[in-house]
């Protein structure tokens, strides 16, 4: 099974591109898909789902256009958007019943699958219940579930954990792990430890452009001898962060420890190597803006 995405290209208005030559082929496995606000992230899964179009470039889905496929695309195809657009008035089961209709999905399929995806998303309970009296955290579950619906070997998730409280993340995290197996998964996610050891691979976009996508352990090996941990006084600790760019500052008693990104072994006393993470990943390729002298000259 194979998405082969060549070329991408996404205007909304001239001369600024969301997405920019994009090129890229899916196969079976999780995705993570990470950069910062309007990266062009919903823009490409927008695109991957057929629900915008694009300027120039293709999708193939096993050779075929998508175009092409029309219906038998969407069938095979699962999609959780970033907007919560639910029907308030709709009770979750009516809803599940009507996305499995626009599916093509058939009445007895549905009635095996609804129940079972509803279990799933912990929502069992809330089947009689109208979508306008659920929670953010619920509504993201019935649109996960809706996702589900039919089966898909494509699941495009955008943002499927935000708004989840930290138990119901790491039940979906699972979850999403469980359903990947002969499927391809692509989520977009702000919450980089969701995606870090269950993505086969990372991509990280940012102004549309592909930076980088490796294994999330190849993309941290590449951080190997950048991460530090400094500790000092805490008149010293501004000094330590001086143009460097944090990912963490903790106060442990007297101490300041200072978690940081730097191309050479920042020179302090108390100062040891870290493992890399896929925080700090991120944080080497968005965030140089955010070095902090830059943070500290700006309050
Ligand atoms: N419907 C639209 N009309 C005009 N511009 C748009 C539209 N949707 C997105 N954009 C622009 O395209 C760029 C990419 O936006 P996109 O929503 O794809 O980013 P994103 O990576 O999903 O961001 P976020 O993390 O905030 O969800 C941004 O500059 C955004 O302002
Ligand atoms: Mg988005």
Request: glycine fraction near 8%; charge should be negative; hydrophobic fraction near 40%.
């Amino acid at each position: 099974m194979e998405l082969e995405v060549s070329n991408l290209t996404k205007e909304y208005h001239k001369g600024i591109k969301a997405l920019d030559s994009f090129s890229f082929t899916f196969t079976e496995g999780i995705y993570g898909l990470l950069g910062p606000n309007g990266a062009g992230k919903s823009t490409l899964m927008n695109l991957l789902s057929d629900n915008l179009e694009a300027d120039s470039g293709e999708i193939l889905f096993d050779g075929r256009g998508i175009k092409e496929l029309g219906k038998e695309y969407r069938r095979v195809l699962g999609y959780m958007p970033q907007q919560q657009g639910l029907y308030p008035g709709f009770t979750l089961e009516r809803f599940l019943y009507y996305m499995a209709a626009l599916k093509g999905l058939d009445k007895k399929k549905a009635g095996e699958q609804i129940p079972k995806l509803m279990k799933l998303v912990n929502l069992q309970e809330a089947a009689g219940k109208k979508l306008g009296a659920f929670s953010g955290g619920m509504k993201q579950r019935a649109l996960i579930a809706q996702a589900l619906l039919g089966e898909p070997q494509i699941i495009i998730l955008d943002e499927p954990t935000a708004g989840l409280d930290p138990k119901e993340r790491i039940r979906i995290r699972n979850l999403i792990s469980e359903i990947s197996f002969h499927r391809i998964v692509i989520i977009a996610t702000h919450v980089v430890p969701d995606i870090e050891f269950i993505a086969k691979e990372v991509i990280l976009l940012k102004n549309g452009v592909m930076e980088a996508c490796e294994a999330p352990a190849a993309l941290c090996a590449e951080m190997t001898g950048k991460v530090f941990e400094v500790c000092c006084q805490e008149t010293e600790w501004e000094n330590v962060c001086e143009n460097r760019v944090v990912s963490n500052l903790t106060k442990q008693g007297n101490q300041v420890c200072v978690r940081l990104l730097s191309e050479e072994k920042p020179d302090f006393p108390d100062v040891r190597e870290a493992a890399p993470s896929l925080e700090d990943v991120y944080l080497y390729y968005f965030d140089e803006e955010a070095a902090y002298g830059a943070v500290v000259s700006g309050i």
